[in-house]
T-cell receptor, first 112, second 114 residues
């Protein structure tokens, strides 16, 4: 089972920051938080990941709380092309492999 | 483009037929996953390869499913005697290291069993 909980859906106005929350209260010390998104009928696209420090790249920022039990993905200036399902995944060694266990994600709709 | 490539992108087959999908991972990646995704759900893990060795199989991978990765390069996923419940998107992903290394997904093969 997925180790994360996300809201089912969110709306965001174009040009505004989109803040997508994720709870992962059972995360272990050596497990990473990963974010992917999936635009309709395409494969998941990697966005960002982190262990305990906040991370930023050209796509997004990842804020992880100090206790690591939750995180927030921030898209600083959302565009219509950011409309997608966003998956928050806790990734660690499970049955000998570093596989991703996906939940149902958050459906983000960016509104014009 | 040096990303993960999957072929075919779409496959329609009649129930009972066999189908085979191919995945070409990023060339320097020695680890490869197969996932299945049905409508409205997140991808579900099917199997994992490290080089040519298949190290883990999900219980979703019934005996009608077989995956190979000869010589640790491309991989194939075969479904024998397809059923309507096999209709889904089949995704492949590859990566090169441990938990701190992101995997890259292909665009998937959408299978429709009629």
């Amino acid at each position: 089972d997925a180790k994360t909980t996300q809201p089912t859906s969110m709306d965001c106005a174009e040009g505004r920051a989109a803040n997508l929350p994720c709870n992962h209260s059972t995360i272990s010390g050596n497990e990473y938080v990963y974010w992917y998104r999936q635009i309709h009928s395409q494969g998941p696209q990697y966005i960002i990941h982190g262990l305990k420090n906040n991370e930023t790249n050209e796509m997004a920022s990842l804020i992880i709380t100090e206790d690591r039990k939750s995180s927030t993905l921030i898209l600083p200036h959302a565009t219509l092309r950011d409309t997608a399902v966003y998956y928050c995944i806790v990734r660690g060694l499970t049955s000998g492999t570093y596989k991703y266990i996906f939940g149902t994600g958050t459906r983000l709709k960016v509104l014009a | 483009d040096t990303g993960v490539s999957q072929n075919p992108r779409h496959k329609i087959t009649k129930r009972g037929q066999n189908v085979t999908f191919r995945c070409d991972p990023i060339s320097e990646h020695n680890r490869l996953y197969w996932y299945r995704q049905t409508l409205g759900q997140g991808p579900e893990f099917l199997t994992y390869f490290q080089n040519e060795a298949q190290l883990e199989k999900s219980r979703l991978l019934s005996d009608r499913f077989s995956a190979e990765r000869p010589k640790g390069s491309f991989s194939t996923l075969e479904i024998q005697r397809t059923e309507q419940g096999d209709s889904a998107m089949y995704l492949c992903a590859s990566y090169s290291g441990g938990a701190d290394t992101e995997a890259f997904f292909g665009q998937g093969t959408r299978l429709t069993v009629v």
